[in-house]
T-cell receptor, first 116, second 109 residues
Framework: NAGVMQNPRHLVRRRGQEARLRCSPMKGHSHVYWYRQLPEEGLKFMVYLQKENIIDESGMPKERFSAEFPKEGPSILRIQQVVRGDSAAYFC??????????????FGNGTRLTVT | DAKTTQPPSMDCAEGRAANLPCNHSTISGNEYVYWYRQIHSQGPQYIIHGLKNNETNEMASLIITEDRKSSTLILPHATLRDTAVYYCIVMEYGNKLVFGAGTILRVKS
């Protein structure tokens, strides 16, 4: 089984540009989570989505960041007008069901965003 | 905020058992203990989880004290590839994983 696939692995953007990060969950998984890891810091929850719905976006910055998980296709994390402080590793995770006993999170290997 | 306390770092000799402690004194009855690890520049990897009974799988064993206020992750025969940051997380069903600082485990030959 293919794991959680994220692309691109590395993304370089100039300040002010848009960044689009893609995440294809494991087959059969309909729950997707996005985390951000700033350099030398821990993993911070950003948003939890289920197909076509945002369930919890308590960790998303109020401006410039948005996420979607359409009925067809990958989940997208979109960052508009990127700034240097957005440089980080962005990890996507998926689960079969709402996170719990039978459904641990499976993570991808991340997208490393560098803003120049 | 993380509800667990872990030592910042530990060393272990290759081939020996690595015992990683975790304190979660405020854990509630319906919260599970999860362990993940993150090898440098990779995404976190699920290891094991449990509620109150000890658990074992192909990667590790999880020992939870009877009062559930602490637990230990055991890697029975550590290898160099087990060098990673290990995260102990307590979480209620259906909630989100909140990662703390974890324990840096260095396995040395």
């Amino acid at each position: 089984n293919a794991g959680v696939m994220q692309n691109p692995r590395h993304l370089v953007r100039r300040r002010g540009q848009e960044a689009r990060l893609r995440c294809s969950p494991m087959k059969g998984h309909s729950h997707v989570y996005w985390y951000r890891q700033l350099p030398e810091e821990g993993l911070k929850f950003m948003v939890y989505l289920q197909k076509e719905n945002i369930i919890d976006e308590s960790g998303m910055p109020k401006e410039r960041f948005s996420a979607e998980f359409p009925k067809e296709g990958p989940s997208i994390l979109r960052i508009q007008q990127v700034v240097r402080g957005d440089s980080a590793a962005y990890f996507c995770a998926s689960s079969l069901d709402r996170l719990g006993v039978q459904s641990p999170l499976h993570f991808g290997n991340g997208t490393r965003l560098t803003v120049t | 905020d993380a509800k667990t306390t872990q030592p910042p770092s530990m060393d272990c000799a290759e081939g020996r058992a690595a015992n990683l402690p975790c304190n979660h004194s405020t854990i509630s009855g319906n919260e599970y203990v999860y362990w993940y690890r993150q090898i440098h520049s990779q995404g976190p990897q699920y290891i094991i989880h449990g509620l109150k009974n000890n658990e074992t799988n192909e990667m590790a064993s999880l020992i939870i004290t009877e009062d559930r206020k602490s637990s230990t992750l055991i890697l029975p025969h550590a290898t160099l590839r087990d060098t990673a940051v290990y995260y102990c997380i307590v979480m209620e069903y259906g909630n989100k994983l909140v990662f703390g600082a974890g324990t840096i485990l260095r396995v040395k030959s």
